[in-house]
């Protein structure tokens, strides 16, 4: 049977007529399940574009397979394991990248990529299950391919299990560079070059002009408040250091009106795409760091960039709550992990808890259930928060152990995790679970830190607003999960986008005609 199906290949037929050169795809392969079926898939690629050859040898990894521009020097890009899945996007983009197809990068980026000298070999294991894989395995393929110092290996950890053991990788996308542990989890093209201490100054930012509304954020509440301004025919402008923030690291939804369900990533895309529908000034990768009234309102950049507009929307979204207990930090991606989804096949027939007792939580639960072998779920108050129907189907399960009134107190192991303390409240009693993995996932906090002092916030550093979406600071209106706002949902949060930006183009109806009674 064929590895892929007719629609794929309707799909791909379009793509890879975009390829700009002719391509050489060197296969490494052996007699094993693996290795036919990457010999199949190679096969199928070379089968549907007259640009695609294939030949066979002998590199690094069996089985494995790099992408090469046909009569020249290797690419660096090079795939051991079988991209499918989350991974196959991946594997059309580095073809197209490969055979000369610009990517996606804007020219500031480019050129900290290639001012990098030192020689650099990337390697990253994933699982095809992880929907935050294919962002790291994306953005190294690009440095591979703009910079011939730098190579990069995508590693399915199900085809090198052995490695995987070896290394002791309990979390995924796990990078190593020339051989040394890089960074665990996913990352934007930004966070690598940062991390690597590539320069990044303000050109490209000192020529802008000042705006009507400039949106701080790209997530649900972000792209509406910069489609409803941009309608309005106003001067608008994004700024985000990954558009469709916390919305990439959610697998499934199923609770947007008119949308019975998607994915995340899929969501990010469709909304990123309608933003561009329109003249929305982009600038991705960029995380602002103070915010001013002046005559207008000033934004502040990492990179030393100074925004000017109008009005402002900040819409900065949430990241994931840390327990802040011995031993999470220690092993963070050796067994202290935060998604059930891209980590779950790691700890295959292995005993895990997981912390949280709300509908993420109880999720989370649902989903390793099916993978590991027993599952403890910790709530530190005495009932479970999640919906009833989750509830019900938790406790249907019968390698699942549900613990109330349990306050984690400790993440204990030696190199890697072998165990979680706990407190009975009730009791006051100490307990101590023996197991491989722990998921947190005990809730959200609002990315507000660089606001302290300029904005109002609440006790849970939420900005407050109100019903027009406006902030304590006069010109500057606040958005989605970040705000004081009852209830964190996609869907509140994009009409909290929309109304903001209604909000700020009513303030400055109001700021225009105040302005020419006066004079």
Same mark, same amino acid.
């Given at each position: 049977?064929?590895? @892929?199906?007719?629609?794929?290949?309707?799909?791909?037929?379009?793509?890879?007529?975009?390829?700009?050169?002719?391509?050489?795809?060197?296969?490494?392969?052996?007699?094993?399940?693996?290795?036919?079926?990457?010999?199949?898939?190679?096969?199928?690629?070379?089968?549907?574009?007259?640009?695609?050859?294939?030949?066979?040898?002998? @590199?690094?990894?069996?089985?494995?397979?790099?992408?090469?521009?046909? !009569?020249?020097?290797?690419?660096? +890009?090079?795939?051991?394991?079988?991209?499918?899945?989350?991974?196959?996007?991946?594997?059309?983009?580095?073809?197209?990248?490969?055979? !000369?197809?610009?990517?996606?990068?804007?020219?500031?980026?480019?050129?900290?990529?290639?001012?990098?000298?030192?020689?650099?070999?990337?390697?990253?294991?994933?699982?095809?299950?992880?929907?935050?894989?294919?962002?790291?395995?994306?953005?190294?393929?690009?440095?591979?391919?703009?910079?011939?110092?730098?190579?990069?290996?995508?590693?399915?950890?199900?085809?090198?299990?052995? *490695?995987?053991?070896?290394?002791?990788?309990?979390?995924?996308?796990?990078?190593?560079?020339?051989?040394?542990?890089?960074?665990?989890?996913?990352?934007?093209?930004?966070?690598?070059?940062?991390?690597?201490?590539?320069?990044?100054?303000?050109?490209?930012?000192?020529?802008?002009?000042?705006?009507?509304?400039?949106?701080?954020?790209?997530?649900?509440?972000?792209?509406?408040?910069?489609?409803?301004?941009?309608?309005?025919?106003?001067?608008?402008?994004?700024?985000?250091?990954?558009?469709?923030?916390?919305?990439?690291?959610?697998?499934?939804?199923?609770?947007?009106?008119?949308?019975?369900?998607?994915?995340?990533?899929?969501?990010?895309?469709? /909304?990123?795409?309608?933003?561009?529908?329109?003249?929305?000034?982009?600038?991705?990768?960029?995380?602002?760091?103070?915010?001013?009234?002046?005559?207008?309102?000033?934004?502040?950049?990492?990179?030393?960039?100074?925004?000017?507009?109008?009005?402002?929307?900040?819409?900065?979204?949430?990241?994931?709550?840390?327990?802040?207990?011995?031993?999470?930090?220690?092993?963070?991606?050796?067994?202290?992990?935060?998604?059930?989804?891209?980590? !779950?096949?790691?700890?295959?027939?292995?005993?895990?808890?997981?912390?949280?007792?709300?509908?993420?939580?109880?999720?989370?639960?649902?989903? /390793?259930?099916?993978?590991?072998?027993?599952?403890?779920?910790?709530?530190?108050?005495? *009932?479970?928060?999640?919906?009833? +129907?989750?509830?019900?189907?938790?406790?249907?399960?019968?390698?699942?152990?549900?613990?109330?009134?349990?306050?984690?107190?400790?993440?204990?192991?030696?190199?890697?995790?072998?165990?979680?303390?706990?407190?009975?409240?009730?009791?006051?009693?100490?307990?101590?679970?023996? /197991?491989?993995?722990?998921?947190?996932?005990?809730?959200?906090?609002?990315?507000? *830190?660089?606001?302290?002092?300029? +904005?109002? @916030?609440?006790?849970?550093?939420?900005?407050?607003?109100?019903?027009?979406?406006?902030?304590?600071?006069?010109?500057?209106?606040?958005?989605?999960?970040?705000?004081?706002?009852?209830?964190?949902?996609?869907?509140?949060?994009?009409?909290?986008?929309?109304?903001?930006? /209604?909000?700020?183009?009513?303030?400055?109806?109001?700021?225009?005609?105040?302005?020419?009674?006066?004079?």
């Amino acid at each position: 049977m064929a590895l @892929l199906d007719a629609n794929i290949k309707a799909q791909l037929n379009q793509l890879l007529a975009l390829l700009e050169g002719d391509l050489e795809i060197t296969l490494s392969a052996a007699d094993d399940k693996t290795s036919q079926d990457m010999r199949e898939l190679v096969t199928e690629l070379a089968g549907m574009s007259p640009r695609i050859t294939v030949k066979e040898a002998t @590199l690094a990894r069996t089985p494995s397979f790099s992408i090469n521009k046909a !009569g020249e020097e290797a690419s660096g +890009v090079v795939f051991a394991g079988l991209p499918l899945g989350h991974e196959f996007n991946s594997l059309v983009l580095a073809l197209l990248q490969v055979s !000369g197809r610009a990517p996606k990068v804007d020219d500031a980026t480019i050129k900290r990529i290639e001012a990098i000298t030192t020689p650099l070999n990337f390697e990253t294991f994933v699982s095809l299950t992880c929907h935050n894989c294919p962002d790291v395995v994306q953005a190294l393929n690009i440095m591979a391919v703009l910079n011939p110092n730098i190579t990069h290996t995508m590693v399915e950890g199900g085809a090198y299990q052995d *490695e995987v053991k070896e290394k002791d990788i309990m979390a995924v996308p796990a990078v190593y560079t020339n051989g040394e542990f890089f960074e665990g989890g996913r990352m934007s093209l930004e966070d690598i070059l940062d991390k690597l201490g590539a320069a990044q100054d303000s050109t490209g930012f000192d020529d802008k002009e000042a705006y009507d509304v400039l949106v701080v954020g790209g997530g649900p509440a972000g792209a509406a408040s910069a489609i409803y301004s941009a309608r309005k025919g106003i001067r608008t402008g994004l700024i985000a250091e990954r558009f469709g923030g916390q919305v990439n690291d959610t697998l499934s939804i199923e609770n947007i009106i008119g949308t019975k369900a998607t994915e995340g990533p899929a969501f990010v895309a469709s /909304l990123e795409a309608h933003v561009t529908e329109y003249p929305v000034d982009v600038m991705k990768n960029q995380r602002a760091t103070h915010i001013a009234k002046n005559d207008l309102v000033e934004v502040t950049l990492e990179n030393g960039a100074v925004l000017k507009s109008k009005t402002v929307i900040l819409s900065t979204g949430t990241r994931y709550r840390q327990l802040g207990v011995p031993g999470e930090q220690e092993f963070k991606n050796k067994g202290v992990a935060y998604c059930p989804h891209c980590d !779950g096949p790691l700890f295959k027939g292995k005993d895990v808890a997981v912390v949280g007792g709300g509908n993420s939580g109880v999720e989370a639960a649902i989903d /390793l259930a099916g993978i590991v072998n027993h599952v403890y779920l910790l709530q530190r108050s005495g *009932e479970l928060k999640a919906d009833i +129907v989750l509830q019900n189907r938790l406790r249907s399960l019968p390698n699942v152990t549900i613990l109330t009134n349990a306050l984690t107190q400790e993440i204990k192991g030696a190199g890697t995790v072998n165990a979680l303390a706990y407190k009975d409240v009730v009791t006051g009693e100490e307990k101590i679970i023996t /197991l491989d993995g722990v998921f947190i996932q005990i809730g959200l906090l609002p990315n507000t *830190e660089f606001l302290q002092g300029s +904005v109002e @916030l609440n006790q849970n550093n939420e900005i407050i607003i109100d019903k027009h979406g406006a902030t304590s600071l006069p010109g500057v209106f606040a958005a989605g999960d970040c705000t004081d706002t009852a209830y964190k949902q996609i869907v509140i949060s994009m009409g909290s986008g929309a109304t903001a930006a /209604l909000g700020a183009f009513d303030y400055m109806i109001r700021s225009d005609v105040k302005e020419l009674v006066e004079v």
